[in-house]
């Protein structure tokens, strides 16, 4: 019933438009016909066709409504049956637990903190970390974030290369939403060697030797927070998280 009460609107505003534009025709940049156009209106109403101009949808509707609607020389791409939905723009953000909304802004997932904040070549960071370890209590966990933008999987520091400047420091860097920068220290103590598998839905980078070489990707991070201190991986314990999440909603 919707659809048909739908349809009949459309022919009519077609035909409305048609009269109002002297009854030459919609102006329109091109019509896309016989598709299967999921509207996403009320009714989640599905057409056949449409006529966009300036980016815009101008008329949806039947393919006969939306041929007849238009001036005889717009471009007409033919959707075979193929599916059509509305375009969007994917709002994706990360809530870090028991902090502020995650960044976005330069890729920085999670929140990135003052001491790291620039920091974008592997002496730099080195530099950073040292200093980081220097006011910290020895065995206190280095925590940080790294972009991913910056920090690509061709350039991610390896456990080694951490331990150069912490080496009785566990470090834990964010790369991003799912991967964990570790050192030797944070491995040995989250349990991680090369008898570790991978867990299910989750994996640990290993070198040529088969040695894990301190990136560990989705859900092994869950091995290293079990035995990261009250704050997290990511910043929080589960209940802030739930806490900030529901102040953002």
Do not use: K
């Not at 949808?57 to 609607?69: P, Y």
């Not at 640990?204 to 009250?230: H, K, M, Q, S, T």
Request: charged share 25%; glycine share 12%; net charge negative.
């Amino acid at each position: 019933m919707h659809e048909r009460l739908w349809r009949h609107a459309a022919a009519g505003l077609a035909t409305a438009l048609v009269a109002a534009c002297g009854g030459g025709g919609i102006p329109a940049d091109a019509i896309y016909v016989d598709g299967h156009v999921l509207t996403v209106d009320d009714d989640f109403a599905i057409a056949e066709a449409f006529a966009v101009r300036d980016g815009r949808f101008v008329l949806v509707g039947s393919t006969a409504e939306v041929r007849g609607a238009v001036t005889p020389e717009t471009p007409v791409f033919d959707l075979a049956g193929r599916t059509v939905l509305p375009g969007f723009n994917d709002n994706h953000i990360h809530l870090g637990t028991g902090s502020a909304v995650q960044e976005w802004e330069g890729g920085r997932i999670p929140r990135t903190p003052d001491w790291i904040r620039g920091v974008e070549t592997l002496d730099e960071l080195r530099e950073a970390i040292a200093e980081r370890v220097a006011q910290a209590p020895e065995g206190a966990w280095i925590r940080g974030a790294l972009t991913r933008m910056d920090w690509p999987n061709q350039r991610v520091p390896t456990r080694w290369q951490l331990d150069e400047v912490a080496p009785r420091h566990p470090v834990l860097l964010t790369r991003g939403p799912h991967t964990y920068l570790l050192n030797s220290t944070a491995l040995r103590l989250a349990g991680i060697d090369r008898g570790t598998p991978d867990p299910a839905g989750g994996w640990i980078f290993r070198d040529e030797r088969g040695e894990p070489n301190g990136r560990v990707l989705e859900a092994a991070r869950r091995i290293v927070d079990r035995v990261v201190p009250a704050g997290g991986g990511n910043g929080g314990d589960e209940e802030a998280g739930l806490r900030t999440m529901r102040v953002f909603l």
